[in-house]
């Protein structure tokens, strides 16, 4: 089946490599990606997925999945962390952001990394290059809401100079705030 992708951002496909040597690619998700994506979600131990949607949830619906992958990388973007396993592609981290309905200067961060995956990386560099586009795309501030007991994403915040604030309305969770600088002051 052929897909018509919208202004598929190549620019942001990079390579990183970890300590031990791993090649990772980073990539924009492509529609195709659907069972990647589920696989991905499989993946993640119930205490990762519980801390990713902040609510128990076993299994990514395919509706969901094909929502999270068909996307117009431009009020919706996800960036991917891929790696090669007996010759085929598997899935360890991705990080999305999405336009807030209500103001369109504020996009909604969401970041998840493989539990293995975890603390090698991944998540900080998925997150600086989802951050680069989404000021690129005129994203002037990036949230997140997040559970005070998620240790790993509020680490992630404060490495990547979040603010972090406690919600006054929900005592479990806390909103991770960052202005994005415009593109021009990012290039001067």
């Not at 009020?75 to 991917?80: E, F, K």
């Not at 991705?94 to 970041?111: F, M, T």
């Not at 293995?116 to 997140?144: P, S």
Request: hydrophobic residues 45%; contains cysteine.
């Amino acid at each position: 089946m052929t897909r018509t992708i919208p202004h598929y951002p190549v620019h942001l496909i990079d390579v990183m490599h970890l300590p031990a040597g791993t090649r990772v690619m980073l990539r924009p998700i492509l529609p195709q990606d659907v069972e990647l994506q589920r696989a991905f979600f499989r993946s993640l131990s119930a205490h990762s997925r519980y801390s990713r949607f902040m609510t128990r949830v076993n299994e990514l619906p395919q509706a969901l999945a094909e929502r999270f992958t068909r996307i117009d990388y431009t009020s919706h973007l996800a960036l991917v962390a891929t790696i090669l396993e007996d010759g085929r592609e598997v899935m360890i981290g991705e990080a999305r952001c999405v336009a807030d309905e209500r103001d369109p200067a504020i996009c909604e961060l969401a970041i998840a990394v493989a539990d293995v995956w975890q603390r090698c990386g991944i998540a900080l560099a998925l997150l600086v290059r989802l951050e680069r586009q989404a000021a690129e795309l005129g994203f002037r501030r990036i949230v997140a809401d997040t559970l005070v007991t998620n240790r790993a994403m509020l680490g992630l915040a404060r490495r990547a100079r979040y603010a972090i604030i406690a919600s006054p309305e929900e005592k479990t969770q806390a909103r991770l705030e960052k202005h994005l600088r415009p593109v021009a002051a990012i290039a001067a």
